[in-house]
C-alpha cells in the first residue's frame, strides 16, 4: 500500500508540474493528422482569414493545440465558419477594425492529460483581455465526447445543429 501511495504521489506531482510550467503559444503550422476532430481541414484553412492556432507547449512539446477563427455570427457548419471568417475578415479590413467579435473554436485535442482542459483556460484568458472580442463559442461535432468535454469545463450548450453542436465559455 506504501508503494502504491508513494507512486499515486509521484503521478499526481508530475501532472501539476507540467500543467504549472506549460505556456500558450501562437503557432503557423500544426500537423494534421493529429487532429481527432477535423484532419480533414488543411493548415491554409486553419491560418487564413482571421484564423488561429494556438498550442499549449511545455519543455519544447506542444501539447495540446486549438484552432479558432474569429466571426460575427454563430456557424452551424464548417462551410459556415468559413463563410463568417473571410466575411468578418473583410468587414475588419474596411472598417479598421482588428477581426471578428466571436471567437469560434471548431478544433481542440491534447497528446498530454489534462491538456485539452488547460488550452480551453488559457484560451479563454487569452479571449477575456482582449478588447475586441466578446464571446468563446465552439463548433464541436456532435459526439458525446465533445459535449461532455465542454460541459465538464464550464461551457453552457447554445444549441444542436444537424452536423455540429455550440457551446459558449461566458466571459
Known amino acids: 500500500m506504501k508503494k502504491f501511495n508513494q507512486k499515486f504521489k509521484e503521478k499526481f506531482n508530475n501532472f501539476f508540474d507540467w500543467i504549472k510550467g506549460a505556456e500558450l503559444v501562437e503557432l503557423d503550422t500544426c500537423d494534421i493528422n493529429e487532429d481527432p476532430v477535423r484532419p480533414e481541414l488543411s493548415i491554409k484553412f486553419r491560418t487564413s482569414y482571421g484564423r488561429k492556432i494556438f498550442g499549449v507547449k511545455y519543455k519544447k512539446e506542444i501539447c495540446a493545440i486549438m484552432c479558432f477563427g474569429f466571426t460575427n455570427e454563430i456557424p452551424k457548419t464548417i462551410d459556415e465558419f468559413d463563410l463568417m471568417t473571410k ?25 498530454k492529460k489534462g491538456g485539452g482542459k488547460l488550452i480551453v483556460k488559457e484560451v479563454f484568458k487569452k479571449i477575456k483581455k482582449s478588447n475586441h472580442l466578446n464571446r468563446l463559442i465552439t463548433l464541436s461535432p456532435l459526439t458525446d465526447m465533445a459535449r461532455n468535454f465542454h460541459l465538464r469545463n464550464g461551457a453552457e450548450e447554445l444549441r444542436v445543429n444537424k452536423e455540429t453542436q455550440n457551446f459558449e465559455y461566458k466571459i
Open 87 to 111: 466575411d468578418a475578415h473583410l468587414q475588419s479590413a474596411w472598417r479598421d477594425q482588428r477581426v471578428g467579435k466571436i471567437a469560434i473554436a471548431y478544433t481542440v485535442w491534447s497528446k
